[in-house]
């Protein structure tokens, strides 16, 4: 017998379905490691480790994320009536196996309700302080007022505040009642309302043929929450101040016999209570509670009260749900102002309505995309200009979707079992000096031991469970908020993303290094000099990362910790080499211009194969033209690099990298959005190299094609009939095009159940798209036809069919598909002025200046657009850049430098800024590389 169907068999024997449970019921490791392996079966652990892998790759193990890592059979999960057949994983932690297998474990109440609101230690910490005070004051507590926009969670706050009151007393809820009344419900009937508070006695009105025990007797000893108090009318708030004062009260109808309640007010209202209560009411309330709104929370709270709406969402479904990052970062941004929480409720129960439905009919997973959204809060999200730039820093770090699981918990709690890496290092030294093995062999082992520490650290969070917010809890506020900064330079400097959980090992590991530091027990890192060597980009990173954290935190962190953290960040990249084909590098001075070029041509293509790299103008050359190599080398498939670029010392990147790597490079100066396109294109869905790719694009004057094409075009429209959904989108197009193509572009019906009908059109025609209900994958663009709809869809689309055309038919729609498509990339980048204006006066300023050989209808005006809109956005924040040998090139430029400072008071006055000198020759130099 095999070893693979040994271990299987022995796994499949031990771990059975009483056994789980008897493992957790005792709290004890669940499942079969490697070294038990090795122990029981005398198989190594090392091919133990090998083949337990195989088995779990290939479905037949589960892995549990503990330490050491255990296997238990995938059969003996799905025995449990509890686990969903279609949601189930190859990986959990223990916590995940318990919830999974439907084990309830008893739990403890919690001392501190207030714990669970969102916000508790930071925008409601001082109310949660009131609150508790008002409760505890003797004898009874203080009656107390909460005010709040509609929809802040009072009534919430007013359950807490009972639980809390409950606790402290420690009674039970019959001892302790809290009775809730909302005063609108009966507003337009006060006797109505007055008998539900006080009670009546029969006969005290038309109706009454019965006596009624009223609220304030039922809460009797506990809390009475009145909610929209201001809805209760003068005389009721003369009765309810009566009580508090004497503890007294009347039934409706009575007039002799007084009764008696000790009950605590907690009163809530959305108006301004001056003008809508009794003075004499008021007085008798000491204690005033403002909640804050939704958009006056702190961002991580926002994301953390979308991810539990979401998440409760989930839980009433049984199913998970795929949030997109966009859509996160858009509710968390967007002002409710009417309804404020209530209606993010309300947003998010619809947006889950409509993907839910979607999932019925389509048997799809439950996805929640960006355009599912009202338009409203797309548009707000889109124009969004970040006043705060931590806001920014910590949405960037929200880089994937989100999937919200039915078994996520509240919170996130680590394997307290784990170490940090020092007291690992520490431990394994000892243990290899005791055996008596050599420096070198030490240092080999220790090198790969770092390298698994956090490899293993990473892969041990699971990404479906990751919140940023959750990290307080086990790593103090100031830490994972220096951290998310820290960690945003550092893709900066880098020109890459790191996943999302890569924010959970770097906090993490700072706060171990800060705690190590203060314990003062240094440790020395026997691999610095490897280190160096293998990553030169991330081990000159990490000294900026230990400066701030030295200026931070006041400490004085050892050199040894730069290598720590430069594997951390080499080995959590979330942009990875490409499985194959031909990469694609745009590179353009500037703070953004790359960015937003690349942004439009995979949003098109529906892509993230095309990558950015922006060169602000004030960088170091050398240090740009490293990272650029750096990020060549990394991203290399064997099938070479295509180079797209604007100008300058950029050109000659290409040449050098190849020199000096070996690496295929060939580049395309003059860099635009369209020629990207076509260049994604080509990569994309051509077979071709990397060499005819580059004479293609090169090649002027001729469509950018395959010569066996014919020249007719045409755009093919799919559906399984060829008479119903495909004539609905030719239709859709016609009205798109409006005739802007003539009988250059035909758009052609056909059903994708005939694909000898297809293949003998694309015989005949060039297809430049498939718009259908089908892709039929015949390495050719292919847009769903829901999209046609999308305004958004549309423009891009005319975008994508003028780069099939290269001559000056079409151009008298371009002026305004170019400032429009500069302005939608300036609002992706800009803070600090308004696209929308900025492009009107920069047409103005554009129109006045003599532009040599740029044709004003032209994509290439596209980034001088982009430039301008830069430079404006620099000096309204008073951020100025410096222009070597300035004098020299003025003298040179002379009349071009007076033009263009001429005509610069059109920005100048419209801004109130002034543009100074070097920005001046930065614009010519723009303008002077048509000459």
């Known amino acids: 017998m095999k070893n693979i169907d040994i271990i299987l068999n022995y796994i499949k024997s031990k771990v059975t379905k009483d056994y789980i449970l008897n493992c957790i019921k005792n709290n004890i490791l669940c499942g079969v490691t490697a070294l038990e392996i090795q122990d029981n079966l005398n198989i190594l652990r090392n091919n133990s480790s090998t083949i337990l892998g195989e088995l779990w790759k290939s479905s037949q193990l589960i892995k549990i994320n503990t330490r050491p890592v255990a296997f238990i059979p995938t059969d003996v999960i799905r025995e449990f009536k509890s686990v969903p057949e279609k949601n189930l994983c190859n990986c959990y932690t223990s916590d995940e196996i318990k919830r999974l297998v439907n084990y309830i474990a008893p739990q403890q109440p919690s001392s501190d309700p207030f714990q669970y609101l969102v916000g508790s230690k930071d925008s409601l910490s001082n109310q949660i302080n009131q609150a508790k005070a008002a409760l505890i004051y003797p004898p009874k507590g203080l009656n107390t007022l909460i005010l709040g926009e509609s929809g802040v969670g009072k009534t919430t706050f007013a359950y807490a505040m009972h639980e809390f009151g409950k606790s402290k007393k420690k009674v039970s809820k019959d ?68 009580l508090m004062d004497k503890g007294e009260f009347h039934r409706m109808g009575e007039t002799e016999n007084k009764r008696k309640s000790s009950v605590l007010i907690i009163a809530a209202t959305t108006e301004e209570p001056n003008g809508n209560l009794l003075s004499t009411f008021l007085r ?36 998970n749900i795929r949030v997109s990052s966009q859509v996160l970062k858009s509710l968390a941004l967007y002002k409710f102002n009417v309804g404020n929480i209530g209606q993010l409720r309300s947003e998010i129960k619809l947006l889950c309505a409509k993907s839910f439905l979607n999932h019925l009919q389509n048997d799809k997973e439950l996805i929640i995309k960006f355009n599912m959204l009202d338009n409203e809060i797309r548009e707000y999200y889109l124009n969004y200009n970040y006043p705060d730039r931590s806001v920014q820093t910590y949405l960037n770090m929200y880089t994937e979707d989100m999937i919200i699981s039915p078994l996520d918990e509240k919170g996130y709690y680590p394997d307290e079992s784990k170490k940090d890496i020092y007291e690992l290092i520490i431990k394994t030294l000892e243990n290899f000096k005791s055996k008596g093995l050599s420096k070198e062999i030490i240092e080999t082992k220790i090198n790969s031991l770092i390298d698994d520490n956090f490899k293993e650290l990473m892969e041990s969070f699971s990404l479906n469970k990751l ?54 027990k240094p440790i020395r890192n026997p691999n610095m000099i490897k280190i160096k060597r293998d990553y030169p980009n991330e081990f000159r990173v990490s000294e900026i990362l230990v400066k701030l954290l030295n200026e931070k935190f006041r400490v ?95 050109t000659g990147f290409g040449e050098k990298i190849m020199n000096e790597t070996g690496i295929k490079i060939r580049t395309i100066n003059n860099v635009s959005t369209l020629i990207v396109i076509e260049a994604l294109r080509n990569v994309l869905y051509k077979n071709d190299n990397l060499n005819t790719i580059y004479n293609s694009l090169t090649n002027a004057g001729i469509p950018i094609s395959s010569p066996l094409k014919p020249v007719e075009k045409i755009i093919l429209t799919l559906c399984a009939t060829g008479h119903g959904a495909s004539v609905i989108a030719k239709n859709i197009l016609n009205q798109i095009l409006n005739n802007k193509y003539n009988d250059r572009l035909k758009i052609v019906t056909s059903n994708y159940i005939d694909s000898e009908n297809i293949t003998d059109l694309q015989s005949k025609y060039d297809i430049v798209a498939i718009i259908g209900t089908f892709n039929p994958n015949i390495n050719v663009p292919y ?7 999308n305004e958004s869809f549309q423009r891009e689309f005319l975008k994508f069919i003028d780069s099939n055309f290269n001559d000056h038919s079409v151009k008298n729609n371009v002026i305004k598909s170019v400032y429009e498509t500069s302005k939608e990339m300036l609002e992706e980048y800009v803070k600090f002025i308004n696209p929308k204006i900025a492009i009107i006066n920069i047409k103005k300023f554009i129109e006045s200046i003599s532009l040599g050989n ?15 809109g830069c430079m404006l956005d620099r000096c309204v924040n008073g951020n100025f850049v410096k222009f070597e040998n300035i004098e020299e090139y003025k003298e040179k430029n002379i009349e071009q430098f007076n033009e263009i400072r001429k005509a610069s008071n059109i920005l100048e006055t419209e801004y109130n800024i002034k543009i100074n000198d070097d920005e001046i020759c930065y614009i010519i130099k723009i303008t002077n590389r048509y000459l």
């Open 556 to 650: 004085l962190i050892p050199e040894d910790e730069r290598g720590f953290l430069t594997i951390l960040l080499a080995n959590n990249k979330l942009y990875k080499k490409h499985e194959s084909g031909i990469g694609i590098f745009v590179i353009c001075h500037g703070y953004g211009t790359a960015s937003s070029i690349v942004n439009v041509a995979n949003t098109l293509l529906n892509v993230d194969y095309a990558k950015a790299i922006d060169m602000p103008l004030d960088a170091d050359i050398t240090e740009t033209y490293d990272k650029i190599k750096s990020i060549v080398v990394d991203n290399n498939n064997g099938k070479g690099v295509l180079f797209l670029v604007d100008m300058g010392s950029l």
């Open 175 to 242: 001892e302790f009642p809290f009775i809730s009344f909302n005063c609108s419900d009966y507003f337009n009937n006060p006797q109505l309302l007055l008998s539900q508070l006080f009670g009546h006695i029969k006969g005290a009105f038309t109706g009454a043929d019965n006596e009624k025990i009223g609220l304030v007797e039922k809460a009797d000893g506990g809390i009475l929450f009145l909610d929209e108090i201001h809805r209760l009318p003068p005389n009721g708030q003369e009765m309810l101040f009566y």
């Open 783 to 789: 847009f769903p036809i829901n999209k046609l709809l």
């Open 284 to 319: 008798r309330i000491p204690v005033v509670i403002t909640l804050p709104s939704f958009r006056e929370k702190t961002i991580d709270e926002r994301v953390q009260i979308i991810q539990s709406l979401f998440s409760y969402e989930s839980k009433n479904l049984g199913k």
């Open 467 to 520: 919140y940023i917010n959750q990290l307080y809890k086990i790593v103090s506020k100031d830490i994972t908020d220096f951290s998310v900064e820290l960690i945003s330079i550092a893709e900066n400097e880098l020109s890459i993303k790191f996943n999302n959980k890569f924010i959970f090992g770097f906090a993490l590991h700072v706060q171990a290094l800060l705690k190590r530091i203060a314990e003062e």
């Open 854 to 868: 740029i044709n004003e209808t032209s994509d290439d005006i596209i980034d001088l657009i982009i430039h301008l």
